[in-house]
């Protein structure tokens, strides 16, 4: 068979320069166009589409027995556990065959709770129910369509909501009369997805983008029937390393406006009942993190002051903000996560060797933990809206167990199952094993690492691994279930999180020991969880694929240069491999705000130590691996001209004969598409092209 040639995009000599001196060429700057309408650019995207169209053809039977099985698993006319506020219950139903969830409510009665509703939902009875947002009509004729947040107002009459069109995440506000159901003539463009009303029910609270950077820049408010172009600006934050988030807080008495960067926060707060002046809770400080919420006519304050790494709750009266009173201690081997507030007693998210948990603590300071029985879980608090409930809802997860939403009373200690992802198709999870493995990095760190494989697996060191992760910005990447795995499983396969430095799975030093001039930990790490899994039987030296998306994308292109030996396949979406240039772009969303995560490349100790990772900085001549490289058009946070670019010189310098493919999505952004059935012919043509590479056989 005569195998397609791939597209080779052109040379154009471009120099790079940082501000200290330093010059870096870059042949294929010329794939960036913010605009994103250069017909070259464009034809290159498409000859890229068309070379992975043509190298994928043969796969498209795995590909098609991969998605049917995915979409068997999923409960088509599924729904979420209501909660009730302000007199109605609300949730999200999802219709057979259909794309987009439905947002809908139903009014609090005697003999109507959760477990109701959910019965009348399964048993296609919607009676009573009023539909907000029906998204599968918002999203008709739309190669994509996602509604971001939306918000009722006090009086349960207007409705405001913010969506996107492309995957860009420049949202666009609209409101609906809930008592007419017709829709209102204002709409609001160039917005984050974060939406406040004030008690007045015709005051919304919003927060606008810069157009080019996409950075949230200021808080405006919007009064129904006005101008929009007119709104006036609440709040204006000029450093721009900030973003910016509004909320209520817990007793519905303040409206809050957070800024935040990676070592910093600020909030300020007015009344929700006459938001005209918000004042500063406690004015920003670097390397001081807090967010807070208010209850029961006290502060309550998550924060790293005093040098609580690990953060601890303080509490502080209306009248005197600043003067914090430590409540729960720091602990050098719990880090507190967040909080909720109730009347009888408080939740708090906590995480302690290398696990989530929840701790209650009761208002006679005794504590309590919700437990687990698996060695490897994820477990967090679900949505509590009724603050004076002795119901706690907390939620729980593993590599095994489905989503499950549990209620315990912290009275009683009952516990009542209120709900469990349903998987059609026969799933047993007796049927699957996992473990809660430590693996030793090569400086003694031990690295936790999170594996499921099917009963009857043999460590005989012969098998196929996935080995997943993500390792930045402190963001923890639990074991939860996924019924994409399961296909994996079901072939034979074992599946591993490597829960590297970079996240925060082991507390914040965790974080740490991951960024900035400490980043390189997040790549060996990556690379001695492989050799301890084959070394422990689990894969076979040459059956081991890596897969990460994102700022994992990075770690993909990190390992790829690094120890490409080490692995058969690298599957790699929309990955940040160009991190010197953008870096040194504010312009570019996302770099501003990031200088504390990656370091500033203008100041020259971080540009040698960033110039030493960079991905597509340092391929070179050598033998990669199968690679699958994908990407969106419209993507915000990692643009398509970074892994196009990497694409194009890996191209040039790779010498092996594995395959090379390079997905663009035309009409979506960093999410990839929009739509519950859409994304899974993504995973199946990713996975299909991992299996033939790895020579995984059908499902047994």
Request: aromatic residues 12%.
């Given at each position: 068979?005569?195998?397609?040639?791939?597209?080779?995009?052109?040379?154009?000599?471009?120099?790079?320069?940082?501000?200290?001196?330093?010059?870096?060429?870059?042949?294929?700057?010329?794939?960036?166009?913010?605009?994103?309408?250069?017909?070259?650019?464009?034809?290159?995207?498409?000859?890229?589409?068309?070379?992975?169209?043509?190298?994928?053809?043969?796969?498209?039977?795995?590909?098609?027995?991969?998605?049917?099985?995915?979409?068997?698993?999923?409960?088509?006319?599924?729904?979420?556990?209501?909660?009730?506020?302000?007199?109605?219950?609300?949730?999200?139903?999802?219709?057979?065959?259909?794309?987009?969830?439905?947002?809908?409510?139903?009014?609090?009665?005697?003999?109507?709770?959760?477990?109701?509703?959910?019965?009348?939902?399964?048993?296609?009875?919607?009676?009573?129910?009023?539909?907000?947002?029906?998204?599968?009509?918002?999203?008709?004729?739309?190669?994509?369509?996602?509604?971001?947040?939306?918000?009722?107002?006090?009086?349960?009459?207007?409705?405001?909501?913010?969506?996107?069109?492309?995957?860009?995440?420049?949202?666009?506000?609209?409101?609906?009369?809930?008592?007419?159901?017709?829709?209102?003539?204002?709409?609001?463009?160039?917005?984050?997805?974060?939406?406040?009303?004030?008690?007045?029910?015709?005051?919304?609270?919003?927060?606008?983008?810069?157009?080019?950077?996409?950075?949230t820049v200021r808080v405006k408010k919007h009064v129904l029937g006005s101008d929009a172009s007119h709104d006036p600006i609440v709040y204006e934050e000029a450093d721009d390393s900030f973003y910016i988030g509004i909320e209520r807080t817990r007793d519905d008495r303040y409206i809050l406006i957070g800024v935040s960067s990676t070592v910093s926060d600020e909030l300020r707060y007015a009344p929700a009942s006459d938001p005209q002046e918000f004042r500063i809770l406690a004015p920003r400080r670097r390397e001081v993190e807090y967010d807070a919420d208010h209850y029961g006519g006290?502060?309550?304050?998550?924060?790293?002051?005093?040098g609580a790494t690990n953060f601890k709750l303080v509490t502080a009266s209306d009248d005197a903000t600043t003067h914090w009173q430590d409540w729960v201690a720091h602990r050098d081997d719990v880090l507190i996560e967040g909080f909720e507030l109730f009347d009888s007693f408080t939740a708090i998210a906590e995480r302690s060797g290398g696990l989530e948990r929840v701790c209650i603590l009761k208002h006679d300071d005794s504590q309590a933990h919700v437990e687990a029985n698996e060695s490897a879980y994820s477990m967090g608090l679900d949505v509590n809206s009724e603050a004076a409930?002795?119901?706690?809802?907390?939620?729980?997860?593993?590599?095994?167990?489905?989503?499950?939403?549990?209620?315990?009373?912290?009275?009683?200690?009952?516990?009542?199952?209120?709900?469990?992802?349903?998987?059609?198709?026969?799933?047993?999870?007796?049927?699957?094993?996992?473990?809660?493995?430590?693996?030793?990095?090569?400086?003694?760190?031990?690295?936790?690492?999170?594996?499921?494989?099917?009963?009857?697996?043999?460590?005989?060191?012969?098998?196929?691994?996935?080995?997943?992760?993500?390792?930045?910005?402190?963001?923890?990447?639990?074991?939860?279930?996924?019924?994409?795995?399961?296909?994996?499983?079901?072939?034979?396969?074992?599946?591993?999180?490597?829960?590297?430095?970079?996240?925060?799975?082991?507390?914040?030093?965790?974080?740490?020991?991951?960024?900035?001039?400490?980043?390189?930990?997040?790549?060996?790490?990556?690379?001695?969880?492989?050799?301890?899994?084959?070394?422990?039987?689990?894969?076979?030296?040459?059956?081991?694929?890596?897969?990460?998306?994102?700022?994992?994308?990075?770690?993909?292109?990190?390992?790829?240069?690094?120890?490409?030996?080490?692995?058969?396949?690298?599957?790699?979406?929309?990955?940040?491999?160009?991190?010197?240039?953008?870096?040194?772009?504010?312009?570019?969303?996302?770099?501003?705000?990031?200088?504390?995560?990656?370091?500033?490349?203008?100041?020259?100790?971080?540009?040698?130590?960033?110039?030493?990772?960079?991905?597509?900085?340092?391929?070179?001549?050598?033998?990669?691996?199968?690679?699958?490289?994908?990407?969106?058009?419209?993507?915000?946070?990692?643009?398509?001209?970074?892994?196009?670019?990497?694409?194009?010189?890996?191209?040039?310098?790779?010498?092996?004969?594995?395959?090379?493919?390079?997905?663009?999505?035309?009409?979506?952004?960093?999410?990839?598409?929009?739509?519950?059935?859409?994304?899974?012919?993504?995973?199946?043509?990713?996975?299909?092209?991992?299996?033939?590479?790895?020579?995984?056989?059908?499902?047994?």
């Open positions: 068979m005569t195998l397609p040639i791939p597209p080779r995009a052109a040379r154009h000599p471009h120099t790079v320069t940082a501000p200290h001196g330093a010059q870096r060429q870059d042949p294929y700057y010329w794939l960036r166009d913010d605009e994103r309408s250069s017909p070259d650019v464009l034809a290159y995207l498409h000859a890229e589409n068309a070379y992975a169209d043509a190298m994928l053809a043969a796969s498209k039977p795995v590909q098609d027995a991969l998605y049917s099985e995915i979409v068997a698993r999923i409960q088509q006319d599924d729904a979420s556990v209501p909660f009730r506020k302000r007199g109605y219950w609300y949730y999200a139903r999802f219709e057979t065959g259909k794309d987009y969830p439905i947002h809908a409510r139903r009014q609090d009665a005697e003999g109507v709770d959760a477990a109701s509703i959910l019965h009348a939902n399964a048993a296609g009875d919607f009676s009573g129910e009023q539909v907000l947002l029906d998204v599968n009509l918002l999203a008709a004729g739309k190669d994509y369509y996602s509604v971001g947040v939306y918000a009722v107002s006090r009086d349960n009459r207007m409705l405001a909501y913010a969506d996107d069109g492309n995957g860009r995440r420049q949202y666009s506000i609209h409101f609906i009369d809930l008592a007419t159901g017709q829709p209102l003539p204002d709409v609001i463009e160039g917005v984050a997805p974060d939406l406040v009303w004030a008690d007045d029910n015709r005051t919304l609270f919003y927060i606008e983008n810069d157009p080019d950077t996409l950075l006290r502060w309550v304050i998550r924060t790293n002051a005093g409930s002795e119901w706690l809802r907390y939620s729980y997860t593993s590599l095994t167990t489905p989503l499950t939403t549990y209620a315990h009373n912290v009275r009683t200690g009952e516990r009542q199952l209120l709900k469990r992802q349903p998987v059609p198709g026969g799933y047993d999870p007796a049927q699957y094993v996992t473990e809660r493995l430590w693996a030793t990095a090569r400086d003694g760190t031990q690295i936790p690492v999170s594996i499921v494989y099917k009963t009857g697996f043999r460590k005989n060191g012969t098998a196929a691994l996935l080995q997943y992760a993500y390792g930045s910005y402190g963001l923890s990447m639990d074991p939860g279930f996924s019924p994409t795995i399961v296909s994996l499983l079901d072939r034979g396969m074992a599946y591993a999180i490597a829960h590297v430095r970079g996240g925060q799975e082991m507390g914040r030093a965790w974080y740490e020991a991951g960024k900035l001039l400490h980043k390189q930990n997040t790549f060996t790490d990556f690379i001695d969880v492989t050799d301890f899994l084959v070394q422990q039987g689990y894969a076979a030296s040459g059956r081991v694929a890596a897969h990460g998306g994102s700022a994992g994308g990075l770690l993909m292109g990190a390992i790829a240069n690094m120890a490409p030996e080490k692995y058969r396949v690298i599957l790699s979406q929309v990955p940040f491999v160009d991190v010197v240039t953008t870096m040194l772009d504010p312009s570019i969303p996302l770099t501003t705000n990031e200088y504390d995560e990656w370091g500033n490349p203008e100041d020259k100790p971080f540009y040698a130590y960033i110039l030493a990772y960079s991905p597509y900085d340092n391929l070179h001549t050598q033998a990669y691996p199968a690679m699958f490289i994908g990407t969106g058009l419209w993507d915000s946070q990692v643009q398509y001209w970074e892994p196009a670019k990497y694409v194009a010189r890996l191209r040039d310098v790779n010498t092996s004969s594995h395959p090379l493919v390079f997905r663009t999505n035309m009409e979506a952004g960093h999410g990839g598409k929009s739509g519950r059935f859409r994304r899974y012919r993504e995973q199946a043509e990713l996975y299909a092209f991992m299996l033939e590479q790895l020579g995984v056989g059908p499902a047994t």
